[in-house]
């Protein structure tokens, strides 16, 4: 049976086969607000405490003991997690983007030093602002793509979208089209409410849902429901 990295969000996994293939780099984008980073934390700390996995979050916005603070709605102990080494977190402000991009000797031996099996980037697109050539942007994806994959680890890297398009939502920089899998994540408001869902828009090697699932945030994050109707109701 093929080894699948399990994300541990209830409902997830048996939309995905299991799990997301190992070494995958999967896009994970929405809009302001719709749960990226809580979704990258929560598939990085489930990886630590359920699976043996260790993992590495850089992130390159939020300040690390913000991330740490809001987190802690959720119980989970980051802080607690990186003492005990079970997950790396690695923090550039934006004006430092190009010491990160320098860096990468230093990160694949980070990797190596606690075996890494989960890494997430938060969010990628940070990334690419530097480049007002569309050609070098995508060279620069290209190439962090291929590193992220070499490392062995399976990846998540968030992008905030643009809007909502018809076939596939993209962000800024359109990511979502050079990687391995895409899953949105939705904060629609109809009418006096909004609802959150999720859809696996692609993912490669593997039979996924099509269907759009609500989710909920409860009080131990993120939960997919697959057998209720978005909007069911309304």
């Not at 995958?24 to 929405?30: A, E, L, M, N, W």
């Not at 990468?104 to 602002?129: A, F």
């Not at 895409?182 to 996924?208: D, F, M, P, S, W």
């Amino acid at each position: 049976m093929e080894d699948r990295v399990k994300t541990g969000i209830p409902g997830l996994d048996e939309l995905v086969e299991g799990g997301f293939k190992r070494s995958q780099v999967i896009s994970v984008s929405g809009a302001s607000g719709s749960g990226k980073t809580t979704f990258a934390v929560q598939f990085l700390y489930n990886g630590a405490t359920m699976y043996n996995e260790p993992g590495l979050y850089i992130t390159l916005g939020e300040q690390k003991k913000q991330i740490f603070a809001n987190m802690l709605r959720y119980g989970w102990d980051l802080k607690k997690l990186e003492d005990e080494k079970k997950i790396l977190f690695v923090e550039y402000p934006p004006y430092e983007i190009e010491v990160f991009l320098s860096q990468e000797v230093v990160i694949r031996d980070s990797v190596e030093m606690v075996g890494v099996r989960r890494l997430v980037i938060d969010p990628v697109s940070s990334l690419l602002m530097g480049y007002g050539d569309e050609q070098k942007r995508r060279e620069r994806l290209l190439r962090l793509l291929e590193r992220l994959r070499s490392l062995g680890c399976t990846s998540v890297t968030t992008s905030e979208s643009v809007g909502i398009d018809t076939e596939v939502p993209l962000g800024k920089f359109e990511v979502e089209l050079f990687s391995d899998g895409i899953i949105y994540l939705y904060n629609v408001r109809r009418r006096n409410q909004r609802q959150r869902a999720i859809e696996v828009i692609k993912l490669r090697g593997t039979k996924h849902s099509n269907k759009i699932c609500p989710i909920e945030f409860t009080e131990h994050g993120i939960e997919v429901y697959p057998n209720r109707e978005f909007f069911e109701g309304k």
